[in-house]
């Protein structure tokens, strides 16, 4: 017998149907003998209109009373759920975080998990009951209702299955797997039997939101199994996070391209050029608490340089307002700025052993006249900044170009 936590996303639970579909899905793993923990999403469209609705009572919703109102869309399902394996005669019991006891730090809309208690759910299971726990939420030491960030289900699950020490992990989505690339971009995309961690890691936080991030830093630290699989198909075998870099595994120079049209770019122009003005320009961007992707500094020429970086494109007018008065105290020319702008990044372990991905990468968009703003690179992956407009354009054509589609049949 072996212990299985699911996780549904919200287009599989979109409906009633949709909620009866799963509950057949876990009766079925449940009947094969298995102890199943299943974790769900709010209806798809759900977090949107709540997130929505507060922003017409408040344009900067109060954090923590956001989060009592985020936490609602997920106490639906698992009710809804629980009843749905009820009318099919199975026993099943639902939990909100805070009732499971997912324990949380108290920074609303972004919380950690710090600690699950587990003894509820092991003792509902010893009783063979389908234990469904609501994800994206938790509780504080003080015992306020708080959430995980958007795609926090995803973390529940792993977080759950890492504390049970479940066998796997099976997170069911919309798509019967991890791409090449978002097959609603490129449908040629292929799907990957299997994606190192590594990879996987870099994918999530480079934009690919089948995982979110925080589920796949879980996995790796608790060496969670972990499937991204379809809640619409019956049968597959979706795509198998792993840990090592297996030798049957496809071996190509690059597993993957990600994408983002989060960030916005921030130049300031004739900044002198001196110890400590890298410093005096980013420190008040850390210390309020806004994170800086990509930094580039110019080459200096007649004592002065440029200075770019990328932030979050919620933190943009936030950033440009703290440097209004650091341009005028350091004397720079002036501060120009755009949220216009993706980052495509291709990824894969590959590129350890193999020469020439970046210059393939910068060919292909030459060809196509996508000026390239910023490069950053790490050991597995190029991330190029470019004109928004030409986004989706780019990812097809490095797609090709890195020969990722679909092999012909
Ligand atoms: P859920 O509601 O189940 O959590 P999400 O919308 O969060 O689902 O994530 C699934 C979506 O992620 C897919 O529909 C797909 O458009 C998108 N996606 C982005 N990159 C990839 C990729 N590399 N492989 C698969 N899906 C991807
Ligand atoms: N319902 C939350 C969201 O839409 C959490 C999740 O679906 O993972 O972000
Ligand atoms: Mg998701």
């Not at 809804?80 to 019991?93: E, H, K, N, Q, Y």
């Not at 998990?113 to 389908?130: H, K, P, S």
């Not at 921030?266 to 800086?292: C, E, F, K, S, W």
Request: charged share 25%; with cysteine.
């Amino acid at each position: 017998m072996s212990l299985i936590v699911q996780k549904y996303g919200g287009t599989s639970v979109g409906s009633p149907e949709r909620i009866k579909h799963v509950a057949r899905r876990v009766a079925r793993w449940q009947r094969q003998g298995h102890q199943v923990v299943v974790v769900v999403s709010a209806m798809s469209g759900e977090t949107n209109r709540l997130v929505a609705l507060a922003k017409e009572i408040q344009s900067q919703p109060d954090p923590r009373e956001f989060d009592v109102m985020l936490a609602t869309g997920e106490q639906v399902t698992i009710a809804l759920l629980a009843m749905a394996l009820m009318d099919m005669g199975v026993s099943a019991r639902s939990y909100t975080g805070g009732q499971v006891r997912i324990l949380t730090d108290s920074a609303y809309t972004k919380a950690r998990i710090m600690r699950i208690d587990e003894d509820r759910i092991r003792a509902d299971l010893a009783r063979n009951q389908v234990v469904i726990v609501a994800g994206f939420q938790g509780v504080d030491e003080a015992g306020n209702i708080t959430t995980l960030g958007r795609g926090g289900s995803d973390t529940t699950g792993v977080a759950l299955a890492a504390a049970l020490k479940a066998d796997e992990c099976q997170i069911y989505t919309d798509v019967d797997g991890v791409y090449t690339t978002d097959p609603r971009i490129v449908p040629e995309a292929r799907r990957l039997k299997s994606i190192t961690f590594e990879e996987m890691l870099e994918m999530a936080s480079l934009g690919s939101k089948v995982l979110q991030i925080r589920s796949v830093e879980f996995a790796g630290k608790y060496n969670v199994r972990l499937r991204v699989l379809s809640s619409f198909e019956e049968e597959g075998e979706g795509t198998l996070i792993t840990f090592e870099e297996d030798e049957k595994m496809e071996h190509a120079s690059i597993s993957g391209i990600a994408f983002n049209r989060d960030e916005a770019k921030i130049t300031i122009l004739g900044v002198p050029d001196r110890p400590g003005i890298a410093y005096q320009i980013l420190g008040p961007i850390g210390d309020a608490n806004i994170d800086v992707d990509m930094i580039v500094q110019n080459v200096g020429h007649d004592g002065l340089t440029d200075v770019s970086f990328t932030v979050h494109r919620n933190d943009y007018q936030k950033a440009l307002k703290i440097l209004e008065p650091i341009q005028k105290h350091i004397k720079a020319r002036e501060i120009v700025s755009g949220d216009k702008i993706a980052k495509v990044s291709v990824v894969g372990v590959g590129m350890r052993s193999h020469a020439g991905i970046a210059s393939t990468m910068f060919r292909t968009l030459a060809e196509e006249g996508i000026n390239i703003q910023m490069i950053s690179t790490s050991e597995i992956k190029i991330s190029v900044v470019i004109d928004e407009k030409y986004l989706e354009l780019a990812v097809r054509v490095l797609h090709k170009a890195f020969g990722l589609e679909q092999p012909a049949r």
